[in-house]
């Protein structure tokens, strides 16, 4: 069974740091595109972050770049979201994907300003 576990949310005042992450069982996160989305209260979900399986070629949603950043760690099966400079607009649970097929049940941020 294919499970997303994200963690790392929580309250953090503008201008401040969270880490996510996105721990993977039941597959090989090198095997799979793995995705950052975000879905704000009366939004529709929004991609935030990817990084390839291929080569790790990263993207980023123009709100965030140059403060977000997505990495992976193959050892430890888990992909990570670093977020700086937090802004009340990044508030949002944010969702782990992997190659668009499996989802995770999602962990809340929410920044105040």
């Known amino acids: 069974e294919v499970q997303l576990v994200e963690s790392g949310g929580g309250l953090v005042q503008a201008g401040g740091s969270l880490r996510l992450s996105c721990a993977a069982s039941g597959l090989n996160i090198d095997d799979y595109a793995i995705g950052w989305f975000r879905q704000a209260p009366g939004k529709e979900r929004e991609g935030v972050s990817c990084i390839s399986s291929s080569d790790g070629t990263t993207t980023y949603a123009d709100s965030v770049k140059g403060r977000f950043t997505i990495s992976r760690d193959n050892a430890k099966n888990t992909v990570y979201l670093q977020m700086n400079s937090l802004k009340s607009e990044d508030t949002a649970v944010y969702y782990c994907?992997?190659?668009?097929?499996?989802w995770g049940k999602g962990t809340l941020v929410t920044v105040s300003s």
């Open positions: 994907n992997a190659g668009i097929r499996y």
